[in-house]
Every structure is written in C-alpha cells, then in structure tokens.
C-alpha cells in the first residue's frame, strides 16, 4: 500500500481553521431563530469555556441548552467547539493561566460532555446484518490524552461509522479485536513522540494480521514529527477525519445536523 502523508496540509488546514473561526467570532451576525436569538460563536465559546471551569454541571447545561434552542445541534457543538475548548484549555495551561488541577477537571468535563451528546446519534452496535463500514480506534497504552479520540470517534459515527473504540490498546488486544471483526481502517490517537515506539509496534501488529487494512495515525503528535510514516510503517497520517475516511475507503453517510460555522475536523488531544 502506496504511504502517503499530509503534515504539511495538516499543519495549513489547522492555522486557516483558527483563523476562520478567530474571523467569524467577529463577523458573525446574531441569526433569529424563531423567537430565540442565536449568539456568535465566540459568545458561546466564552460561556462553555467559563462553564467548564465552574464547579457543577448548572451552567454547562443551561450553555448548552441556550444552543439548542437556537438550533445549533449536539454533532455540531462535538465537530466544531469541542476542539477549539481543547486547544484554549490546552493555550491555558501553557500560558499559565490556568493550573493543572483546572485544566485536568474542565477536560474531563468536556470528555463527558461528548459522550453525552454522542447518544443522541449512536447506533446499536454489533447489530445483525449492520453493513455499515467498521474501523477500529485506538489510544495506545499508557496514552492519557484521550479527548481527541473521543471527538473522533463521535465525527466518525456521526458520519455513519461502525466504531470500536479501544482505550490502553496494545499488541495483544489489537489482534484479538482484529480477528474477532474485519475494519475498513485501524486508526491510532498518538499525542506524543514517547509513544512512537508502541505505535510502531501497533502498526506492525496490524499488518500481520491484515495487510489490506491501512493504519492511520492522528493526534497532536503529527506537530512534533515530520518523518512519522516512516519511523511507524503506519498508511497515512493525517488530522482531518473526511481525509481518514477517504483513504481508507469509507462511504459517509452523515446525519444531519443543524447549525453554521466551520468544521475543524482535527484530531488534537
């Protein structure tokens, strides 16, 4: 299988997402929706961002249920906020404006948040007959950063994807997931370069089970390492979950979903 990578689209896609958004936060206008009025995006942001850091879950809910009345849905709240949450928790925590112990807590509640909002489109697994495409995601053992492959696993059944979703993945666990269903991709959430020698052996892993099932790596990792297909054997590397979806072959049939803005689709924390 020809190996392909697209850092360097990944890294120009990431900076005109942040810059679009940055763009319409100001240009946005305030849309009537029935008789609620809808916020700009960046209004929005500040009152999740500020509910997170809040104790109880009062203030997140009643964020979150001003969007809905305003007909922004739960895929869109999960597609396109969630991950500028992160990177603004993550921007914190750099700068110094925020503690450990805060950033820790508002991330778990932002985790919890997408898997709560995810119910609302989750099909039955496993279910009889189910053609939908299958692919297998991991977080390799000892990653503790798994905020990016929730996100992920949520755009991918959202777009109608069969997802199995393995947390300390590693090469016992992976071959038996393997044997056990066929997937249309292995995709590995990779936040760190001190992972790559378990991605690799994980991408080795795969291969010998199945040849014909590309290993996809993501994750803020892809910022830090130019040569990652070639040190890990993985297919492709890329941040864009349409990108992922194509190279492996996967139909989409995405659900819609209500709202405007602008679709990140990176897989970063």
């Given at each position: 299988?020809?190996?392909?990578?697209?850092?360097?689209?990944?890294?120009?896609?990431?900076?005109?997402?942040?810059?679009?958004?940055?763009?319409?936060?100001?240009?946005?206008?305030?849309?009537?929706?029935?008789?609620?009025?809808?916020?700009?995006?960046?209004?929005?942001?500040?009152?999740?961002?500020?509910?997170?850091?809040?104790?109880?879950?009062?203030?997140?809910?009643?964020?979150?249920?001003?969007?809905?009345?305003?007909?922004?849905?739960?895929?869109?709240?999960?597609?396109?906020?969630?991950?500028?949450?992160?990177?603004?928790?993550?921007?914190?925590?750099?700068?110094?404006?925020?503690?450990?112990?805060?950033?820790?807590?508002?991330?778990?509640?932002?985790?919890?948040?997408?898997?709560?909002?995810?119910?609302?489109?989750?099909?039955?697994?496993?279910?009889?007959?189910?053609?939908?495409?299958?692919?297998?995601?991991?977080?390799?053992?000892?990653?503790?950063?798994?905020?990016?492959?929730?996100?992920?696993?949520?755009?991918?059944?959202?777009?109608g994807v069969y997802v199995q979703f393995s947390?300390?993945?590693?090469?016992?666990?992976?071959?038996?997931?393997?044997?056990?269903?066929?997937?249309?991709?292995?995709?590995?959430?990779?936040?760190?370069?001190?992972?790559?020698?378990?991605?690799?052996?994980?991408?080795?892993?795969?291969?010998?089970?199945?040849?014909?099932?590309?290993?996809?790596?993501?994750?803020?990792?892809?910022?830090?390492?130019?040569?990652?297909?070639?040190?890990?054997?993985?297919?492709?590397?890329?941040?864009?979950?349409?990108?992922?979806?194509?190279?492996?072959?996967?139909?989409?049939?995405?659900?819609?979903?209500?709202?405007?803005g602008f679709a990140s689709g990176v897989i970063?924390?």
């Amino acid at each position: 299988m020809q190996r392909i990578q697209r850092l360097g689209h990944t890294q120009a896609h990431d900076e005109v997402s942040r810059v679009v958004l940055k763009a319409l936060s100001y240009v946005a206008p305030t849309l009537q929706q029935g008789e609620y009025v809808r916020k700009p995006l960046e209004s929005y942001l500040s009152q999740l961002f500020d509910a997170l850091l809040k104790p109880g879950l009062d203030g997140l809910n009643d964020v979150i249920s001003g969007m809905r009345k305003a007909h922004i849905g739960n895929a869109v709240i999960v597609d396109r906020y969630v991950p500028t949450l992160a990177d603004r928790l993550g921007d914190a925590w750099a700068e110094d404006t925020l503690d450990f112990a805060a950033v820790t807590i508002a991330t778990a509640r932002l985790q919890a948040l997408v898997k709560r909002l995810e119910l609302a489109w989750e099909a039955p697994e496993g279910a009889v007959g189910d053609i939908r495409p299958a692919c297998l995601v991991g977080v390799p053992l000892g990653v503790q950063h798994t905020l990016g492959s929730t996100i992920l696993v949520s755009q991918l059944r959202q777009k109608g994807v069969y997802v199995q979703f393995s947390l300390e993945l590693c090469c016992d666990s992976l071959r038996e997931e393997m044997r056990r269903q066929s997937f249309a991709a292995v995709m590995l959430s990779v936040s760190s370069k001190d992972h790559l020698d378990l991605a690799r052996s994980l991408v080795a892993c795969s291969h010998a089970e199945s040849r014909s099932t590309p290993v996809i790596i993501g994750g803020a990792v892809l910022e830090d390492v130019a040569d990652i297909l070639e040190y890990t054997g993985a297919d492709f590397a890329t941040s864009d979950v349409g990108e992922a979806m194509t190279f492996a072959g996967m139909a989409t049939t995405q659900i819609p979903i209500a709202g405007v803005g602008f679709a990140s689709g990176v897989i970063r924390r």
